[in-house]
């Protein structure tokens, strides 16, 4: 059995702090937003403590295609997605990658104690730190599952959907949170598709024999 056949589990994936992104998402250019040195201290300060809350990890399986029709891709699980997008981005693939990954619930209580506190800035940065450490989690790790296959000679999609995106309803986080069995990462899905901690996202990558 090829070893991403099965369910790959990764406790802690070994990400750098996205500084950038975080100051992105905050709406500060970092180069062009004008912050005096005192706040900018507070905010990298804060910045970094929230960061070393963070417990990224996450998992991802492989599963073969079995079958397609005008809206659907159907897995050999009997899994089947309905939505056009999806079925676009697997056009040439025979198999697909399932990916999670999550920023843990630490991140989570600190944002919503510095509101509780007050510290609306303080919640919203935190907030910030877990949404990015979460993208480059999953974003790690289909730049590692990539270079893995490079090796069988198959490579990703270029893209990856993640569900509530276009036409790949949110209704499919259910498939992400039992194949890759989630619940033993401490996270819980609610009766909408919402996950906690929320600070935890999924995507779905294409694998593509290289030409």
Request: glycine share 6%; charged share 30%; hydrophobic share 40%.
């Amino acid at each position: 059995m090829n070893k991403f056949d099965k369910l790959n589990i990764l406790e802690k994936i070994p990400i750098n702090l996205p500084e950038k992104e975080i100051f992105s998402r905050l709406k500060y250019n970092i180069h062009k937003t004008v912050i005096d040195d005192a706040s900018m201290k507070k905010i990298i300060t804060k910045i970094k403590n929230g960061f070393s809350f963070c417990e990224p990890k996450g998992a991802w399986l492989r599963l073969k295609i079995a079958d397609r029709t005008d809206e659907s891709v159907i897995f050999v699980n009997g899994i089947s997605i309905k939505s056009k997008s999806i079925k676009e981005l697997l056009i040439r693939s025979n198999s697909a990658l399932f990916l999670f990954a999550t920023a843990g619930s630490k991140i989570v209580e600190m944002a919503e104690d510095s509101f509780k506190k007050g510290d609306s800035s303080g919640s919203v940065i935190y907030d910030a730190v877990g949404s990015e450490t979460a993208e480059s989690a999953i974003e790690w790790l289909n730049e590692y599952v990539k270079k893995e296959l490079r090796r069988n000679g198959e490579s990703l999609t270029k893209m990856r959907f993640s569900p509530g995106y276009g036409d790949f309803l949110l209704e499919n986080q259910k498939h992400f949170f039992d194949l890759l069995n989630m619940k033993d990462f401490g996270v819980s899905l609610s009766e909408k598709y919402i996950f906690s901690p929320e600070k935890t996202v999924t995507a779905i990558v294409g694998i593509e024999s290289l030409e």
